[in-house]
């Protein structure tokens, strides 16, 4: 099954949660892609004691995740992309929705 997860968040546990979730379906067998939007991509800045959000991040790429961020969500907090988080926009949110058989925003 192809899986697209949507994360718009910047709650640590939230996103943690959406790669551990994410992680998990790989490991299942399934496809699965993740698009930051908004405050989500700022992930990789959410580190604390409890979450550790960028290992979680990291994992999920070694098992053949795909992480996509919004390029003009990037730009408005003034960041750019990282080998974790390539560069995209909405025509690649777009394909995510398309390609999916199943969508879960966090």
């Given at each position: 099954?192809?899986?697209?997860?949507?994360?718009?968040?910047?709650?640590?546990?939230?996103?943690?949660?959406?790669?551990?979730?994410?992680?998990?379906?790989?490991?299942?067998?399934?496809?699965?892609?993740?698009?930051?939007?908004?405050?989500?991509?700022e992930a990789e800045s959410l580190d604390t004691e409890q979450?550790?959000?960028?290992?979680?991040?990291?994992?999920?790429?070694?098992?053949?995740?795909?992480?996509?961020?919004?390029?003009?969500?990037?730009?408005?907090?003034?960041?750019?992309?990282?080998?974790?988080?390539?560069?995209?926009?909405?025509?690649?949110?777009?394909?995510?929705?398309?390609?999916?058989?199943?969508?879960?925003?966090?």
């Amino acid at each position: 099954m192809m899986i697209g997860l949507i994360i718009h968040s910047n709650d640590a546990e939230t996103v943690w949660n959406a790669f551990r979730y994410g992680n998990f379906a790989a490991k299942e067998g399934d496809v699965v892609k993740v698009f930051l939007i908004g405050k989500g991509v700022e992930a990789e800045s959410l580190d604390t004691e409890q979450f550790a959000v960028t290992q979680k991040m990291k994992d999920f790429v070694k098992t053949g995740g795909k992480i996509f961020a919004c390029g003009t969500c990037l730009k408005l907090r003034n960041a750019g992309p990282t080998d974790v988080c390539p560069l995209a926009g909405l025509k690649d949110m777009h394909a995510i929705i398309k390609e999916s058989d199943r969508i879960i925003a966090f």
